[in-house]
């Protein structure tokens, strides 16, 4: 043990006197060098104000050039300490901009029928009302009484009928689009049918999206305002029904406009034109961009599985499909995924109690960088005027009950008339910029260094050479001062080594 700890004493030593060594090739310079050194430093630097500190022979002058280089100092200090925290607090602004083009390209445009189903299979199946009403609930919330008759029928309903398919009803009762049905179709003058529009669910059950993004081959663009959609409907209310009791006491036809990219999302956007009515919808583009974080709160990393292009709405689809699958091992049909369609029974049991442990645990949020679901990146939104006129005039009734074959009374209370176009061929830009870049905060910084201290990048490179320079030889000083003081002793060795040196010397 001892020879271990005097062989780390021998190497220690050995290396402190290689050191000395080293460090003795490399002498100190004089007080008198360092001191031309700093002469010349004070002299030669482009720091202005230094050399009138150490050139001046008057004392006062010295002082006075002291002072205004220690004030110099201080104020670009303060300032760049403040620049550094605007930089750090993220300042954004708002940009809008106006862009006119030749062609516009035209949204989606997604119809339904407020009337949800077909009166003569609803009268086998009353009870599709409720069912539908929770499984619905998917898309936004809404509380389902467990003690009500209608859920007592439903779940009654739900435990005789497992084998009952509510996404094959819904297809196969509801509400089609037809020639019966959309009676005159046109866009930009060219006539439109059936075939040009695809079918989607949505709460309101089947609806139809005009050039949707998916099924479209080339984009529908307009080169005219005032010119675009035109549409009449007959929503045939002997044929289609729906339940007063759920809120659903109006005829007519909702529809929404929105990005052919995007998934249609009623709640709350939906635009309603009623039976015996013409609408008349002017529209804008507005085209949003939100910055990323820090400066924003949208994040560009985020992709969805089953949609080409973000939304909120879509993400918000695929958290609550994601949360339903895990725990129920199904997914239901109004949501986006692959898997099992939930049974009845399932979403009694396990979907409906699964959303309400979503909502009550905010596992699906959205909003800010840090939720499920930020905001887009981009978007691309619709926003109309719409107005209204009687529909169809009184010559127009003639003309339309001979053509029709029906009498006007079916015809007030069933037809709807629907224009939608641009209201100029422009796009709106809203786009949220860094207010302060790296380029620009290096700018301002190197402005404030410029204008108290008539500093650049080369004196900064400067000080930092002469502080490097002094550190140095504070460095070799110290380890000068280390050896000094340590005592080398020299290794011990054998009594026959001893007497052959004697003999020697």
């Known amino acids: 043990m001892e020879q271990i700890e005097k062989s780390k004493v021998y190497a220690e030593n050995g290396l402190l006197e290689k050191i000395k060594l080293c460090l003795s090739k490399k002498p100190l310079p004089s007080p ?26 008057s ?9 205004v280089v220690l004030g110099s100092v201080s104020l670009v200090t303060w300032q760049i300490y403040i620049r550094l925290l605007n930089y750090f607090t993220w300042p954004t602004t708002t940009s809008i901009e106006v862009q006119y083009v030749e062609k516009m390209e035209f949204p989606a445009v997604t119809f339904c029928n ?36 209608g859920s007592r029928e439903a779940t009654d309903f739900a435990a005789s009928h497992q084998n009952f398919s509510i996404t094959e009803f819904i297809r196969n009762k509801g509400f089609y689009l037809n020639n019966s049905t959309l009676l005159d179709c046109e866009f930009f003058g060219k006539p439109c049918s059936p075939k040009d529009f695809a079918h989607v669910f949505t709460e ?17 663009k307009v080169s005219v305002s005032g010119r675009g959609l035109s549409l009449l409907f007959n929503v045939n209310q002997e044929a289609f029904t729906d339940n007063p009791a759920l809120g659903f006491v109006d005829a007519g036809i909702i529809f929404v406009i929105h990005s052919p990219k995007k998934v249609p999302q009623f709640d709350g956007l939906g635009l309603l034109s009623p039976v015996g009515m ?82 009550f645990k905010d596992l699906c949020t959205v909003g800010t960088h840090n939720s499920s679901c930020p905001v887009s ?25 001979k053509k029709l074959n029906q009498s006007g009374k079916y015809i007030r209370e069933n037809l709807v008339k629907i224009e939608i176009n641009y209201s100029d061929l422009n796009y709106k830009i809203t786009q949220q910029q860094k207010a302060v870049s790296v380029s620009e905060l290096l700018a301002d910084l190197g402005g404030q260094l410029g204008l108290f201290c008539g500093a650049s990048l080369i004196t900064i490179i400067e000080i930092i050479e002469y502080l490097f ?35 020697e010397c």
């Open 59 to 67: 004392k006062i002058r010295r002082v006075l050039w002291l002072v």
């Open 32 to 57: 008198t060098d360092r001191k031309k050194f700093d002469h010349d430093f004070a002299i030669s630097t482009s720091f202005h104000g230094i050399h009138n500190i150490v050139q001046n022979r």
């Open 469 to 503: 320079t002094n550190f140095y030889w504070i460095c070799i000083f110290f380890l000068l001062k280390i050896s000094e003081m340590t005592q080398w002793t020299p290794p011990p060795q054998n009594h026959l080594g001893n007497k052959k040196r004697i003999e």
């Open 377 to 401: 990146c981009e978007e691309t939104e619709y926003p109309a005027t719409i107005s209204y006129s009687s529909f169809p005039s009184q010559k127009a009734l003639k003309y339309l009950s």
């Open 278 to 359: 013409h609408a008349r919808v002017t529209i804008r583009q507005v085209k949003t961009v939100h910055q990323e974080y820090p400066w924003g709160e949208c994040n560009p990393n985020i992709k969805l599985q089953n949609f080409s292009s973000y939304s909120t709405f879509g993400c918000l689809k695929e958290c609550k499909a994601q949360h339903i699958k895990k725990q129920c091992g199904c997914v239901p049909f109004l949501l986006p995924g692959y898997g099992i369609e939930c049974d009845l029974q399932k979403y009694f049991s396990c979907v409906s109690p699964v959303l309400d442990h979503i909502e």
């Open 204 to 220: 309101y059950g089947n609806c139809f999206t005009f050039n949707h993004g998916e099924t479209l081959q080339a984009k529908r």
């Open 114 to 149: 407020l009337n949800r189903f077909q009166t003569d299979a609803v009268a086998k199946f009353g009870v599709i009302f409720f069912l539908w009403h929770i499984v619905s609930k998917v898309l936004h919330l809404q509380e389902i009484t467990a003690n009500s008759t």
